[in-house]
C-alpha cells in the first residue's frame, strides 16, 4: 500500500540529497566524523524512507533484494582483498599498503587547522567506501525482509 | 616466493581465508549449488592445511606472533611507541595452536556433513557463510595476544552461532533457542567487555602480554576476574550458567551442534587464558583453582543428572556436552590450585591440565562425532525422540558403528580417546583430592549407563514397520562421522604420541606466563 502522494513526493525529493550526504560521510571517513559504517547507514535511512512511502511489491520491483545482496558481497570482498593485497607487498594482513606504492591516495597530511585533503590516509578510504557499501546493503536487506513479512492493512 | 607469503603469514591466513570464503559465498553461490559447496570444502580443506603448518611452526620454533598492519610480523613494540605493542597482535602459542587443530578438524567434519545435511534447506548460501564465519570468530578467539580483539572475535562467534541455532525455523522453536542464545551471550559479551574496560582504564593497554606484565590484582581487577570468569564460563556451558545449552543444542541443526561444542571450547579457552595468562600468580590461585574446580564438579554431575531423564536424544547429548566440560573445568582447575607449589605441580597438576587440555580436543571429537550420529537419525526418521525410535540398528549400521564408537569414547572406555584423558585426570586428581576422583569417576559411569539407554532404544530391538523405508545415512555424512571417529580411536590407541606432541607443549605454555610476555614484549 502506498502511502499519500505528499510523502511519496517527499521521499522523492529527499533521497538524492540522502545519498550524497551519506556518501559524503563515507568519502570524508578518514577527514571528519563519521565513517563507513555511519555514511552506509545514513544511505540505508534513504532507502527505508523510500521503502516506507512505497508498497513492498513496487519496491522490488524498481530494487532488487539480489542486486542488495550483491552490494553487501562487494563491499565485504573489496574489504578483505584490501587487506589481503598488502601480503603482496612482503607486508603483513592490514597494512596501508597504498602509502608505499602510488601517487593516488598519497599526499602527506597537513600538520595544524587545514581545510582537509581528500588523497591521503592510503588504504583507509577506501576501507571506508567498502565499508560504506556494505553497510548500506546489509540494512537495506534487512529492512526490505522485514517489510516482507508485514501484513497490508487497508 | 608464494610459498615464503604463507609462511610468513600463516596466523593472518588462519582468519583471512575462512573469512575470505565466507564473504565470497553468496557470490559463487549464484554460480550453482554444486560450485558453492565446492567452494566451502575447498576453503575449509586449506584452514586446516594453515592451521597444521601453524601448528608445526609453533611447535618446533616456539610461539608466533603476528603484528597487523606492521611492516614484519615480529615488529610487535614500534620503535617510536615507547615500547608499549600499539598494533593488534596475534599471540599463537602451543595452546592456541592445539585449539586451532581441534577446530578445524572439527569445522572440516561438520562442513563434508553439512553438503548432505543441509541439502534440503532453503538458503545455503547464507548458512555456508554463517558456518564459515562461526569459524573464524573461534580461530580468532584462541589465537588473538589482545583483550579487546577476543570481545570481537567472541562477538563474531556468538552472532553466528546464534543465527546457525535458529537457522532450521522448525515453527519457531529453533528461533526461540537461537534468541535465548543470542541475548546470553550478548550479556556475557557485554560483561567481558566492561572487564576489558577496566583493565584498560587502570594499565593503558588491550595486549594480554602487556596487561599481564603490568597487573596488580587490585579490587578492579578482582571484580574484572570475577566477569570475565561468569561471562566466558556460561559460553562455555558450566553449571550453573549451563541453561541456553540444550535449547540451543538441541533445536540447532546437528552439524551446527558439533561446531557449537567447539565454540563453546573457544570460551573455555578464553577462561584458561584470562587465569594462567592473564593473571597467573598475581590471583589467588589456590581459591579460583577451587572455584573453578567446583564449577567443573558441580558441571559434570548436575549435566549427567539432568542428562539421565530427557527423551530428546540432542537434549539429552547436550546435558552430556555440559558434563564433559566439567572434567575439562576440573583437570585445568586442580591444575591452578597448586599452580604456586611447584613441587606439588610438578608430581600431578601438570599430569591434571594435560588431562584437562587433552580433554577438550576428544570432547570436540567424540561429541562432535554422537551430534553428527544424532542429526543422521534425524535426517533418515525425522524425529529426535527416544521413545519413538527403534530398530534402526537393521538399516543403518554405519552410523550405529560411529554411535558405538562416540558412546564408548564419552563414558571413558578403552581403547578410545575419552578414557585416555579421563584416566588421566582421574590418576592427578586422586592425589589432589581423591573425593573429587570418585565423583568423576561415578559421572562416567552414570554416562555409561546414559548412552547404553540410548542406544537400546535407537538401534536395538525388531525393525519397526515406520521406519521400515529408513536407509543408510548419505555418503558425505558417513564421511564426515567417519573422520571424526578415526580420530576418536587413533587417539585412543596412541594417547602417549598426542600427548607428547600437541598436549604437554600447550600445558606448559599455558603455565609459563613468563614466555607468553617475552614473546610479545621481547627479552624481558
Known sequence: MNMSKIVREAANLLFPFILVFGFYIVLHGHLTPGG??????????????????????QITERIGVGALHNTETLGLLLFIVTALIALGFGVTFFTNWMLDIGPILNNPVAFGPNPGDLNTAGVIPVMNIAVGIEVLGALSVIVLYMMSGTKETI | MMQEIILQNLPALLLAVPML?????????????????????????????????????????????????????DLTVPADSGGIPVRIIFTVDAMGAFMTLSASI?????????????????????????????????????????????????????????????YRVDKGVAVEGGLKYAVLSTLGGLLVLFAIALLYGQYDALNIAVLASRIQFTPLDQIALVMLLVALAMKAGAVPMHFWTPDAYSMAPSAITALLVVASQASLYGVFRVVFTLYGLTLNYVTIGWIIIILGVLSMFVGVTMAIPQKDVKRLMAYHAVSQTGYMLLGVGVGLAVLGNPQLLDSYGVIAMEGGIFHIINHAMYKGLLFLTAGAIFYRTGTRNLNQLGG????????????????????GIPPFNGFASKLMIYE???????????????????????????FHSIFMGPRLPEYAEVREAPTPMLIGMGLLSLLVVLFGIFPQEVVDILITPAASALIDQGGYIASVLGGA
Open chain 2, 106 to 166: 572439527v569445522g572440516l567434519g561438520v562442513m563434508l556433513y553439512s553438503l548432505s545435511s543441509a541439502s534440503r534447506s532453503t538458503g545455503q548460501n547464507g548458512y555456508y557463510a554463517l558456518l564459515l564465519l562461526l569459524v573464524v570468530g573461534i580461530l580468532g578467539m584462541v589465537c588473538t595476544g589482545d583483550m579487546f580483539n577476543f570481545f570481537v572475535f567472541l562477538e563474531i562467534n556468538s552472532l553466528a552461532g546464534a543465527a546457525l541455532v535458529a
Open chain 2, 21 to 73: 570464503g565466507a564473504f565470497a559465498t553468496p557470490l559463487i553461490g549464484r554460480a550453482g549449488g554444486g560450485a558453492r559447496n565446492l567452494w566451502t570444502v575447498a576453503v575449509m580443506l586449506a584452514t586446516l592445511a594453515i592451521a597444521i603448518v601453524l601448528t608445526a611452526q609453533v611447535l618446533s620454533s616456539g610461539t608466533v606472533v603476528y603484528t597487523f598492519g606492521a611492516g614484519a610480523a
Open chain 2, 392 to 411: 534402526l540398528g537393521h538399516s543403518m549400521k554405519w552410523t550405529m558403528v560411529f554411535f558405538i564408537i562416540g558412546a564408548l569414547a564419552i563414558a
Open chain 1, 36 to 57: 563507513g559504517f555511519q555514511g552506509g547507514a545514513v544511505i540505508a535511512t534513504g532507502f527505508v524512507l523510500l521503502f516506507v512511502a512505497y508498497s513492498y511489491p
Open chain 2, 428 to 454: 592427578s586428581v586422586f592425589l589432589f583430592n581423591p573425593l573429587l576422583a570418585i565423583i568423576a569417576m561415578v559421572v562416567s559411569i552414570l554416562t555409561l549407563a546414559s548412552f547404553v539407554k540410548v
